[in-house]
């Protein structure tokens, strides 16, 4: 089955800093999903790819895939409180049944 | 994005009990998910509730343990049976979007005492 291996698994950064997450995967990614998590809660669903080199973006969060469609990496922009949480990448497991598999997770802590 | 509801939000239940899970969507959906997430941990596929079916378990799970229901196009119910310790988790119910994304539910913490 697939496995993804994000990292770095904890990141603690200065507010207003830029910071990358990225997700590898061991196998070709039919559809990449990103999500954030607050402590003890539901996911929030911020995008999802499924074209080699395709980019998305939220706000001033920028997620890609890359061409060969193995590697994600989620970017985000100048920082702020409200973008600490958890950030997992999911991938659907079974080409279109959207049963997705998650990655272990960043924890992201901005400091003020 | 659809709406999910789940009941109850926490619970915390003694060894050996059962405890049953709602999940309620604000549209009709074909399939639901529902993922057991331990502490510390990422979030693990236990089955896929479809309407006027089985549902289908992921390796490691069985309907003894985790009987699902799913009544209608709105509505799903996972039990915990015969609870331990080792069950305390967050489960959450999911559904797919109308363009392959995919939406959680808030999530439902059970600890077993």
């Known amino acids: 089955s697939q496995e993804l291996e994000q990292s770095p698994q904890s990141l603690i950064v200065q507010e207003g800093k830029n910071l990358t997450i990225n997700c590898t995967s061991s196998k070709t990614l039919y559809g990449l999903y990103w999500y954030k998590q607050k402590y003890g809660e539901g996911l929030i669903f911020l995008m999802m790819?499924?074209?080699?080199?395709e980019e998305k973006s939220h706000e001033k969060i920028t997620a890609k895939l890359d061409e060969k469609k193995q590697q994600s990496s989620l970017h985000i922009t100048a920082s702020q409180p409200s973008h600490a949480g958890i950030y997992l990448c999911?991938?659907?497991?079974?080409?279109?049944?959207?049963?997705?598999?998650f990655g272990q997770g960043t924890r992201l802590t901005i400091n003020p | 994005s659809a709406v999910i509801s789940q009941k109850p939000s926490r619970d915390i239940c003694q060894r050996g009990t059962s405890l049953t899970i709602q999940c309620q969507v604000d549209s009709q959906v074909t399939m639901m998910f529902w993922y057991r997430q331990q502490p510390g941990q990422s979030l693990t596929l236990i089955a896929t509730a479809n309407q006027g079916s089985e549902a289908t378990y992921e390796s490691g799970f069985v309907i003894d343990k985790f009987p699902i229901s799913r009544p209608n196009l709105t509505f799903s119910t996972l039990t915990v049976s015969n609870m331990s310790p080792e069950d305390s988790s967050i489960y959450l119910c999911s559904v797919p979007g109308p363009t392959y994304e995919q939406y959680f539910g808030p999530g439902t913490r059970l600890t077993v005492t």
């Open positions: 999911g991938a659907d497991d079974d080409q279109g049944a959207q049963k997705l598999v």
């Open positions: 790819l499924q074209k080699g080199g």
